[in-house]
T-cell receptor, first 116, second 110 residues
Framework: DVKVTQSSRYLVKRTGEKVFLECVQD?????MFWYRQDPGLGLRLIYF???????EKGDIPEGYSVSREKKERFSLILESASTNQTSMYLC???????????????FGQGTRLTVV | RKEVEQDPGPFNVPEGATVAFNCTYS??????FFWYRQDCRKEPKLLMS???SGNEDGRFTAQLNRASQYISLLIRDSKLSDSATYLC???????????FGTGTRLTVIP
């Protein structure tokens, strides 16, 4: 059974803390993504990575950074957590599909982060 | 302009009804299309891919209209268990990215 695993289901952090969200996939996928999901706004892409050490900004990268040192692991970092970063964070992975586009994405179970 | 536009609903339909969702996309070169289902407080899961010729899976039918740049999902004989949010997803040519619609909330009423 394919799997994308996020390190935490629920997190509570204080304003100003540095926060690490970890995501691991076991499908040997090239592409990995970090989204946040808020009511009424849908899924918004923060960053994605198409290879080890490669990253691309998504729609809302401000206040976030990412790290992909190994193919199976993609980390999201909140440099200095703020209350407006309280959200559901979803990690996903997929493979490029020849000749173009992507295969379907598989999601982790999500991390509900609350910043107080 | 957003890559993917989707009517957020909500759609409230009685059991047994037929309901259809549409989703428009802006990049005419898009190649991969999907419908996802997301239950409350859960992650999105693939419902079905959308193929050029259209495809069916039981009570669910997905269609692609390239000329008008939209994809559709038809659910026949709605069940209570179909209540969820349905997300359309588009992957443009040459992109490693996936673009999600905001989702359409469906509630099937007894």
């Amino acid at each position: 059974d394919v799997k994308v695993t996020q390190s935490s289901r629920y997190l509570v952090k204080r304003t100003g803390e540095k926060v690490f969200l970890e995501c691991v996939q076991d499908m040997d996928h090239e592409n990995m993504f970090w989204y946040r999901q808020d009511p009424g706004l849908g899924l918004r892409l923060i960053y994605f990575s198409y290879d080890v050490k490669m990253k691309e900004k998504g729609d809302i990268p401000e206040g976030y950074s990412v790290s992909r040192e190994k193919k199976e692991r993609f980390s999201l970092i909140l440099e200095s957590a703020s209350t407006n970063q309280t959200s559901m964070y979803l990690c996903a992975s997929s493979s490029p599909r020849a000749p173009s586009g992507n295969t379907e994405a598989f999601f982790g179970q999500g991390t509900r982060l609350t910043v107080v | 302009r957003k890559e993917v536009e989707q009517d957020p609903g909500p759609f409230n339909v009685p059991e047994g009804a037929t309901v259809a969702f549409n989703c428009t996309y802006s990049n005419s070169a898009s190649q991969s299309f999907f419908w996802y289902r997301q239950d409350c407080r859960k992650e999105p899961k693939l419902l079905m891919s959308v193929y050029s010729s259209g495809n069916e899976d039981g009570r669910f039918t997905a269609q692609l209209n390239r000329a008008s740049q939209y994809i559709s999902l038809l659910i026949r004989d709605s069940k209570l268990s179909d209540s969820a949010t349905y997300l359309c997803v588009v992957s443009p040519t040459g992109a490693n990215n996936l673009f999600f619609g905001t989702g359409t909330r469906l509630t099937v009423i007894p």
